[in-house]
């Protein structure tokens, strides 16, 4: 792992972030920060997760009829049960088909 300070990581950031080395970013020789760099085999990994979860909110969208507000406020744990929108038809928000598994 390579330590270096912030204005060095600043100055040279588009070089370090094309290596493939772990950095440890220090303020006055103490760490504030990691850089971890990810395979390419992750990036793939998570760009089909990502295609998979847009496909699956795409699909709840046009089975209930709900807009994507109202779904994303299904996740928000802020409200009240109560006050969550309810899907306007039966979907099973549990079945794992429809999150790809």
Do not use: C, W
């Not at 979860?53 to 996740?75: C, M, P, Y």
């Not at 969550?84 to 079945?95: A, H, K, T």
Request: proline share 5%; net charge negative.
């Amino acid at each position: 792992m390579k330590r270096l300070g912030v204005r060095e990581f600043r100055d040279h950031a588009t070089r370090y972030l094309a290596g493939n080395e772990v950095l440890a970013i220090e303020r006055h020789g103490q760490p504030i920060g990691f850089y971890i760099p990810t395979d390419s085999s992750r990036r793939e990994r998570f760009t089909q997760a990502l295609q998979r979860l847009e496909h699956t909110v795409q699909r709840i969208l046009a089975e209930t009829g709900i807009s994507e507000d109202e779904l994303s406020k299904l996740f928000d744990l802020n409200e009240p049960i109560e006050d969550r929108p309810r899907p306007r038809r039966g979907v099973d928000l549990e079945d794992t088909d429809a999150l790809g598994g």
